[in-house]
């Protein structure tokens, strides 16, 4: 993992969590865990204050000795050689950590003597309060805002397309969001929907996409039925406004504008691309908007509104800031970025000359240079949220992520350090408020019910070229193997389909080598084509101990598997699809559980008596689930005290009435949400 410190607070977090666990691999070394826990994070504590090239042969020391903890660590805890870890490797470990420790320990001496030592500014720290995103700061475009408003509210009656243009970071998708979410746009239309597009995308997925926000429904249409003609029905006679966003080609629009009538009553489409080739051929009446770029006091307006709300910018730092904005070359991603950087940085010359010079060394005429920009603001993130940030590299491009789902799934992967000072919930929202507010996350619909947020797509490049280098998400998309590294990723997520992979040639985690090493897998994913009956022997799921999350959506899981699954006693989160009616009783394995999802289509699950093994589960969702067995009349036996007091949320309940299902409803105190 390139990030050092990235990697020494995963590892902290990592640790932290196997000292909270009741296994019985890990009872045994316990103690010694939690003094590899101590002392790494006494050494840490040193380097996150400094430049770490000051004591590089030193730092270098350090990351090898961490990684070397744990493999060692996990070894033994997936019985991998165990016994010979446990009796030689982990003792010389932890002696080349003491010694680390000594050498570090003599270094603070030597800081106040060494006056040339570089210290970084203090450590970074997540920024609490909501303020940072209390409103996104609009600067410039206000003539390009008015002129798309009059062309959507008034203009011919017959469909026109209103077509935005411009480079990468231009604002093509932020001009297209303001004006399809003014009131006087709204009010105009009986219909409204979103569709991003991309470079990859599925026809069919997008034309479902905008028919549930046109219909207000929220599922999938059979596949007899054809989903354009579907869409176009529902569409005729209304007045529409459809923004097809991020189109990359001629193809792809003649493929997406069938469903879309043709009628005189003041329809419109807003269409955004890079392409002015794509722009002009969808044009009807309006030509193409070229976006042009910010200029200089537009983005020194927008760096200015950024750092010191509405204050005015010190003398001392107008002449440098000023350059910062010029230097931005009137990207508004630039700017934006940049103005994320300098707002969560103390407001001193020295610190913002830092800045104007990193941006000093790029040209902004490419993608690769904008990449230097994203780089420069990912730098300045704390280290406790990278983690987070990289997370978006495993949600497809142009996707957009539920607010509460994301930060589910940064608790059940582990990338998130509870503290005894604010709950877990409570640090999420703060992590997530500070990446919206250096504008690597764009946060969309802050006001409705259901709150979403995504990156921008060289945003999300970037994201996943890090991700990879870190070793943090990979996605197999082939049979054909995927790296050359024998260190498995993190997260592994397999798009399994047919025509690529074929029918009995799916081995994700390939040679015997790499099976090995994919015993230290945190997440497995695995979405696409059903998979046969022979995933349990494909996929080695015994193997994988440390396993926290596992999502399997396209096999149907049956008894032989659930029970491999079941001695993953690591397990946060599991998703699969079964027919299986009761929770076997090896499910009492899973007491880490956090997070149980199950499409059962053909059963109703029995909840009771496995429900109550699950002390720790948070999120209980399936497609039909009932406390007791309603063909029987057997009676319901619970013990006197037992509760699942941190259950918050149970879906798609069905509910038998009884004295009994009432008293149920008192095991579970912290319910926040119950559906039916």
């Known amino acids: 993992m390139s990030d050092g410190l990235l990697f020494m607070h995963l590892l902290h977090i990592h640790l932290n969590d196997l000292l909270d666990s009741n296994s019985y691999s890990i009872a045994l070394i316990k103690k ?58 982990l003792p010389i470990t932890m002696k080349k950590i003491r010694l680390i420790k000594e050498d570090v320990s003599q ?154 009538p043709l009628v005189e009553n ?9 392409e002015m080739e794509v722009a002009l051929y969808g044009k009807r009446n309006t030509d193409p908007l070229k976006l042009r770029l910010l200029k200089s006091e537009e983005s020194w307006e927008l760096l200015e509104k950024r750092a010191f709300g509405e204050k005015i910018c010190p ?87 539920h607010k509460h789902l994301l930060k589910m799934d940064w608790l059940n992967e582990g990338l998130v350090e ?24 764009i946060s969309f619909n802050e006001i409705g019910s259901s709150p979403t947020c995504q990156l921008h797509d060289l945003v999300h490049d970037f994201c996943l070229i890090k991700a990879k280098e870190g070793k943090l998400f990979e996605r197999i998309i082939s049979s054909a193997p995927s790296s050359s590294s024998d260190l498995m990723p993190r997260k592994v997520t397999v798009d399994y389909y047919t025509n690529v992979f074929g029918i009995h040639n799916f081995v994700p985690f390939g040679s015997k080598k790499k099976r090995c090493s994919s015993k230290h897998l945190y997440s497995l994913r695995i979405t696409g084509d059903k998979l046969d009956n022979s995933l349990s022997d494909i996929c080695h799921l015994r193997d994988l101990r440390l396993l926290r999350v596992l999502e399997l959506c396209s096999s149907m899981v049956k008894h032989s598997l659930l029970n491999e699954i079941c001695m ?22 899973l007491s880490n559980l956090e997070s149980l999802m199950v499409e ?13 093994d699950l ?28 509760k699942l007091k941190n259950l918050r949320i149970l879906d798609r309940l069905m509910l038998s009435y009884s004295k009994d299902t009432v008293d149920i409803f008192k095991r579970f105190p912290n319910l926040q949400q119950l559906i039916f």
């Open 418 to 441: 509870r503290t005894d000072m604010k709950s877990v919930e409570e640090v999420m929202e703060v992590y997530l408020d500070n990446l919206i507010s250096c504008s690597l996350v």
């Open 600 to 612: 059962n289509d053909k059963e109703d699950m029995v909840l009771l008596p496995g429900i109550w």
């Open 107 to 260: 270094l603070p001496e030597k800081i106040h003597k060494n006056k040339s030592l570089i210290v970084v500014n203090s450590p970074k720290k997540p920024v609490e309060g909501k303020s940072l995103t209390a409103g996104k700061i609009s600067v410039g475009f206000e003539e390009d805002t008015d002129w798309i408003i009059s062309k959507l509210t008034s203009g011919p009656k017959d469909l026109d397309v209103i077509s935005i243009t411009g480079m990468p970071g231009s604002g093509k998708t932020t001009l297209a969001y303001k004006v399809y979410n003014y009131k006087s746009v709204a009010r105009r239309f009986d219909i409204h929907a979103w569709c991003t597009v991309g470079q990859e995308y599925d026809k069919r997925k997008l034309l479902e996409k905008v028919y549930n926000q046109v219909t207000g429904a929220d599922s999938k249409l059979s596949e007899n039925i054809d989903v354009a003609d579907e869409l176009r029905r529902h569409l005729f006679g209304k007045r529409y406004l459809v923004v097809l966003d991020d189109l990359w080609d001629t193809d792809t629009w003649d493929k997406l504008i069938r469903p879309f």
């Open 266 to 274: 003041g329809s419109r489409i807003i269409l955004t691309s890079r």
């Open 315 to 401: 003398d001392e730092l107008l002449d440098v800031g000023k350059e910062t904005a010029k230097n931005c070359k009137g990207l508004p991603l630039v700017a934006d970025l940049i103005a994320g950087v300098i707002a969560g940085r103390e407001k001193k010359k020295s610190v913002w000359l830092e800045v104007r010079n990193n941006l000093n060394s790029f040209i902004l005429n490419s993608e690769v240079e904008v990449m230097k920009v994203i780089e420069l603001s990912y730098d300045h993130l704390p280290h406790q949220l990278k983690p987070c940030f990289l997370h978006f590299a495993s949600i497809p491009k142009d996707n957009a992520s």
């Open 32 to 89: 010694e865990i939690g003094l590899v826990k101590e002392e790494l994070e006494f050494i840490r504590s040193f380097f996150v204050n400094i430049d770490q090239e000051r004591y590089k042969d030193l730092w270098t020391r350090v990351l090898d000795v961490a990684y070397e903890a744990k493999n060692v660590i996990d070894s033994i805890i997936i019985r991998d050689n165990g016994l010979l870890h446990l009796i030689f490797s």
């Open 615 to 642: 002390v720790n589960l948070r999120v209980l969702s399936m497609d039909s689930c009932s406390f007791l067995d309603m063909d029987t009349e057997e009676p319901i036996l619970i013990t006197e005290n037992i």
């Open 568 to 589: 993953l006693n690591h397990l946060r989160a599991l998703h699969i699809v079964t027919e299986i009616k009761y929770l076997p009783l090896s499910f009492s394995n």
